[in-house]
């Protein structure tokens, strides 16, 4: 193998380890956010105790499912990063349902 294709072949793996590290902060600054939404309501009242433990108790199962794809060391798949975005999509829809329910704790 050539110095030329050693030195390609590094940059592709670069550009799919930085693509793979991107997609794994995007999930985490979404998680961030979310529990940051989440200490918010509690501390307004716009969640109930009970609404709260419930939204931490999701948040908490698709950390754990992160975990589960993340267990190979390869990085998340296609489908994978996908299927956490969708997961998020919902949370999200959740934590804004229970803020915005008329629910005061």
Known sequence: MGT???TMA???LAGALG????QAGTIDRREHHQRARLAQG???GELTHREAQRLRAEQAALRAE???YRRTGDG?????RR???RDLNR???DIRRQKHDGQDR
Do not use: I, K, P, Y
């Not at 693509?19 to 991107?22: D, G, K, L, R």
């Not at 998340?76 to 994978?80: D, G, Q, V």
């Open 4 to 6: 030329m294709t050693r």
């Open 10 to 12: 590094a940059l592709v």
């Open 19 to 22: 693509a793979s590290a991107a």
């Open 42 to 44: 509690v501390r307004s």
């Open 66 to 68: 992160e975990r589960l």
């Open 76 to 80: 998340l798949s296609r489908w994978e």
């Open 83 to 85: 299927d956490l975005h």
């Open 91 to 93: 949370t999200s829809r």
